[in-house]
């Protein structure tokens, strides 16, 4: 099964402050089948990229996903208060789907 | 709106069964597969089991193969999980939930809020 590890564990920003967020696969993901989710405090997750760099449905522009194979990596512009959350990465590309450990973002 | 909502957590001894419901709303239900994911206190998000559009083909992570049966009703718009044989480590929020394009490689976008399942004596 393809492994996703996500880097930092813990990411101490501002508000206004630009985030980034890295999944590295232990094997390529096929087809770029990687997707961000966020999720915040007892709340189900929500998809907030797919493909590697599609942005859902209705998430802002201040999320963007990038990156291909093996590296890839979601960028939040400029930090909203409500962007503070955990962030997972998933691919769903090869069998079985797997999810990275979480990126906490906290405020700083 | 597509509505997904689990019901049937709650605490349970090691060793016994439950079973848990996703009741589907807003969309075609019997056009979509739709997966179980768990979450572990604290922990991270962990896939439990597959099932396609049609309830023929099932998939289960290693971790409960064996002691979980993932089916659906198609008729009733529900999802199930009859998880038998509990151990302390299936404590966890159970989410079901809806991949995007209705196959099986595709993001989910749509979840439930959860059912909390709790083994312990």
């Known amino acids: 099964e393809i492994v996703l590890t996500q880097s930092p564990g813990t990411l101490s920003l501002s508000p206004g402050e630009r985030a980034t967020l890295s999944c590295r696969a232990s094997?390529?993901?096929?087809?770029?089948?990687l997707a961000w989710y966020q999720q915040n405090p007892g709340q189900a997750p929500r998809v907030l990229v797919y493909?590697?760099?599609s942005r859902a449905t209705g998430i802002p522009d201040r999320f963007s996903g990038s990156g291909s194979g093996t590296e890839f990596t979601l960028t939040i512009s400029r930090l909203e208060p409500e962007d503070f959350a955990v962030y997972y990465c998933q691919q769903y590309g090869s069998s079985p789907i797997t999810f990275g450990q979480g990126t906490k973002l906290e405020i700083k | 709106q597509v509505q997904l909502v689990e019901s049937g957590g709650g605490v349970v001894q090691p060793g016994r069964s439950l079973r848990l419901s996703c009741a589907a709303s807003?969309?075609?239900?019997?056009?979509?597969?739709l997966y179980w994911v768990r979450q572990a206190p604290g922990k991270g998000l962990e896939w439990v089991a597959l099932i396609s559009y049609d309830g023929n083909n099932k998939y289960y992570a290693d971790s409960v193969r064996g002691r979980f049966t993932i089916s659906r009703d198609n008729s009733k718009n529900t999802l199930y999980l009859q998880m038998n044989s509990l151990r302390d480590e299936d404590t966890a929020m159970y989410y079901c939930?809806?991949?995007?394009?209705?196959?099986?490689?595709?993001?989910?976008?749509?979840w439930g809020q959860g059912t909390v399942v709790t083994v312990s004596s």
């Open positions: 807003g969309f075609i239900f019997s056009t979509y597969a």
């Open positions: 493909g590697a760099s």
């Open positions: 939930a809806r991949t995007q394009s209705g196959g099986y490689w595709s993001p989910f976008d749509y």
């Open positions: 094997q390529s993901v096929s087809s770029s089948s």
